[in-house]
């Protein structure tokens, strides 16, 4: 399984990449938004710090200008994933950028029937928003088990499956059991993932032994 980092900050994804753990990053307007940055500008240094893929949002909601911010965002690094929404016009320019080459990564995608769309548009990456889905009432990792048994019944499919909208480690477990391709996560989200209060208790235990045996390794 692939991770994402869902996030705009530079300096965070410099740091989490050093981890060995990042194989791509996801940005949306929101989230370039908040680092008061230059789109172009943040975009360039993130695609120089992690060398998958980095979803890059249009902000046009009409097919023509949408397709000419894509080839722009595209121009900006090898490894830009142009990002569009999952309307008929996102889907149009989908297409259109998936057949000049460019990785595209649907988003905004709340139903099976979209994801499929979005399949059949050529979309590399779609990403469904689980939180958003669990924040109505809905259950977004179903949508995730759905998405994946869809994909799986038809050899021609080769989008990935991009969990999006993620709020806590459960929801990754969760992604990872229905065999989602891909997890973006938020930095916070991260970082929890390696910790567990028994590994800290089981070393602080390990170490205050160590010291009693006087010994040193190096
Ligand atoms: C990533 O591609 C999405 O834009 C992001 O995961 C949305 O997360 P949110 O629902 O927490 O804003």
Not at 11 to 25: F, K, N, P, S
Not at 84 to 113: H, Q
Not at 185 to 204: F, I, N, W
């Amino acid at each position: 399984m692939k991770f994402f980092v869902d996030s705009a900050d530079a300096d965070e994804i410099r740091d989490l990449a050093a981890t060995g753990m990042v194989d791509g990053v996801t940005t949306n307007p929101s989230l370039v938004a908040g680092t008061g940055r230059d789109f172009t500008a943040v975009l360039e240094e993130i695609c120089g710090i992690v060398p998958g893929p980095v979803s890059a949002e249009a902000t046009a909601t009409d097919h023509e200008t949408m397709l000419a911010e894509g080839r722009k965002l595209a121009a900006v690094a090898p490894n830009v994933a142009v990002k569009v929404p999952l309307t008929w016009d996102g889907l149009k320019t989908c297409r259109a950028l998936s057949d000049s080459g460019t990785r595209v990564n649907v988003t905004l995608c709340f139903s099976a029937n979209q994801a499929l769309l979005a399949a059949k548009a050529g979309a590399a990456f779609v990403s469904p928003f689980v939180g958003r889905l669990d924040d109505i009432g809905h259950d977004g990792m179903e949508l995730i088990s759905d998405i994946r048994t869809i994909y799986d019944n038809y050899a021609s499919i080769d989008t990935d499956i991009l969990v999006a909208s993620i709020r806590a480690p459960i929801h990754l477990k969760q992604a990872a059991l229905v065999g989602a391709d891909v997890a973006t996560l938020p930095p916070g989200v991260l970082r929890k993932l390696a910790v567990h209060p028994l590994t800290d208790k089981g070393l602080a235990a390990f170490l205050a032994d160590w010291r009693e045996t006087g010994q040193a390794i190096l």
